[in-house]
């Protein structure tokens, strides 16, 4: 019970973040990149835009482990998350997809800008249909102000989450990490991190 309220708090947080984002510039915000170095105190992360940051690190810093998931495991019903851009015929076509675990059916609900890439957005939503177009698998999603079709091309990377521990932490590892601002320093709030070099694709 423990590991799964973590796991819902670290959910929560990361996909919540963009909502407060927009609102205050103090509020969560991610980084992403690979991890050069770990104390018990602090977290040095070469970021994706090649810049290296440190970020203070706390003693109960929520952790979770992203790892690939299958397509077969998107049913209906399911709960997920997808980073999607506009595809040039003006569909939504899918950068990633995260299956949530089922305690956390509901977390950011809606669709949203996001900031994977220029002009992503996410849509946390309920799976509808999983059914096969022209141009591959589409996800037919319903969320409580709407509904979205978000195209799967292969080989997009499709992961789910479960709580980890500090173990993963390990110099070379890929990390999303959701921060805070406090004075001149970043504060760690969450970290998910992939294993063996697996990349968090959120």
């Known amino acids: 019970m423990v590991a799964k309220r973590i796991l819902v708090l670290w959910v929560v947080g990361l996909m919540g973040a963009v909502t407060a984002w ?6 969560p915000q991610r980084f992403r990149g690979a991890i050069e170095s770990v104390s018990a105190q602090k977290i040095v992360l070469k970021e994706r835009s090649g810049e290296t940051l440190e970020f203070k690190l706390g003693d109960k810093v929520p952790i979770s482990e992203a790892y690939p998931e299958s397509l077969q495991k998107i049913q209906a019903n399911s709960y997920i998350g997808s980073a999607a851009v506009l595809g040039p015929d003006g569909r939504l076509t899918a950068l990633e997809v995260l299956i949530f675990p089922e305690a956390a059916r509901g977390t950011g609900e809606g669709h949203y800008p ?6 992503s957005t996410m849509t946390n939503a309920t ?6 177009g022209a141009n591959g698998p589409e996800m037919q999603l319903k969320y409580k102000d709407g509904e979205k079709t978000i195209l799967i091309p292969e080989q997009t990377p499709i992961v789910s989450v ?3 521990d500090a173990t993963l932490l390990l110099p070379g590892a890929y990390a999303l990490i959701v921060a ?23």
């Open 162 to 164: 479960r709580p980890a």
């Open 180 to 202: 805070t601002k406090e004075n001149d320093s970043w504060v760690v709030n969450r970290i998910t991190v992939g294993r063996n070099g697996f990349k968090p694709p959120m």
């Open 22 to 27: 927009s609102q205050s510039l103090n509020a």
């Open 114 to 119: 996001w900031d994977l890439q220029k002009d």
């Open 127 to 132: 799976v509808q249909q999983l059914k096969w």
